[in-house]
């Protein structure tokens, strides 16, 4: 006896109850007429011959147009890789329409908001990374970052996971040429963590219009566009470092930290000379 569940992959697929009951109660009797397909499949009347049509459109099923219609199935395997083709063909779609998606959103005039910030607070360094980091993918004008060891290790940390946000970034940002900026702060003893990171992210950051350095000042952040921020927070007891970062949307702030970042940039080192390798040297 047929379980339904057994086939629950064809929800997936896009088909509904009736379309995936005739699809399959043809499968078992190999060529049957509606009536046939109705009493087997417990599929109403009403549905049978919109739900056969579509899977004859689809290239499922084969329909004999006489009276009364006959339907017959396909084997299997081709049933299978029809299917898989149609599921490519709609991600293709699907990909082809969403960039359209993203221009429309992307263009769409922001409202005031009166003043109002928003806060979200992601806890723990997995969570800053895939919820706060990865909205500078989706920057439209520019992103300055201040970094320092805790941003390092945990880039590096959550790339050895799978998960590389510099990736995300340079696609997404070199496709805009948008202006992103970075200064590194670093100590002697961070220096190091420093220059192997430069080295081993190095295509990741070849998109950057700029890199600076500076001592560490212990407040790492990011300004994206003109009213999102991301503040990161450490504490040397928490064995990651990286312990929280919030989210904040505001306007007033962002220009703020964007005036201490061009403070910065204009007095920070434009190379490491001897102590760090900068990866953009020669460019």
């Known amino acids: 006896m047929m379980r339904w569940s057994e086939v629950a992959l064809l929800d997936e697929a896009g ?14 009797h190999g060529v049957a007429d509606a009536a046939t397909l109705c009493r087997e499949g417990d599929i109403p009347t009403s ?35 029809r299917l898989v083709g149609i599921a490519r063909e709609r991600a293709e779609e699907f990909a082809s329409r969403a960039e359209r998606l993203r221009e429309t959103l992307a263009a769409l005039p922001l409202r005031l908001r ?13 969570s800053h990374v895939k919820r706060h980091l990865v909205r500078l993918a989706g920057a439209r004008q ?8 805790g941003d390092l290790h945990a880039l590096d940390r959550m790339a050895a996971e799978g998960f590389d946000v510099l990736k995300r970034v ?14 590194f702060g670093f100590s002697e003893r961070s220096a190091p963590r420093l220059m192997a990171f430069l080295r081993a992210h190095a295509p990741a950051l070849a998109h950057l219009r700029g890199v600076r350095y500076s001592g560490e000042m212990g407040h790492p952040f990011h300004v994206i566009d003109d009213d999102l921020v991301v503040l990161s927070l450490d504490h040397p007891f928490v064995a990651e470092g990286r312990f929280a970062s919030l989210l904040v949307r ?10 201490g970042f061009e403070a910065l940039w204009q007095k920070a080192l434009r190379d490491l000379g001897e102590v760090a390798m900068d990866p953009r040297a020669g460019r």
Do not use: C, N, W
């Open 15 to 28: 088909f509904s109850l009736y379309e995936k009951r005739a699809l399959v109660t043809l499968a078992v």
């Open 47 to 81: 549905k049978i011959y919109l739900a056969m049509e579509k899977l004859g459109m689809l290239g499922l099923v084969e329909i004999q147009r006489t009276r009364p219609r006959l339907y017959s199935a396909l084997p299997p395997d081709l049933v299978v890789d």
């Open 114 to 126: 009166g003043g109002r910030t928003f806060v979200d607070l992601a806890l723990g360094l997995e």
């Open 142 to 149: 520019r992103i300055l970052s201040y970094l320092e060891d």
């Open 170 to 183: 340079s696609r997404s940002v070199g496709r805009r040429g948008l202006d992103h900026r970075v200064v």
């Open 250 to 259: 505001d306007a007033a702030l962002a220009q703020s930290l964007a005036d």
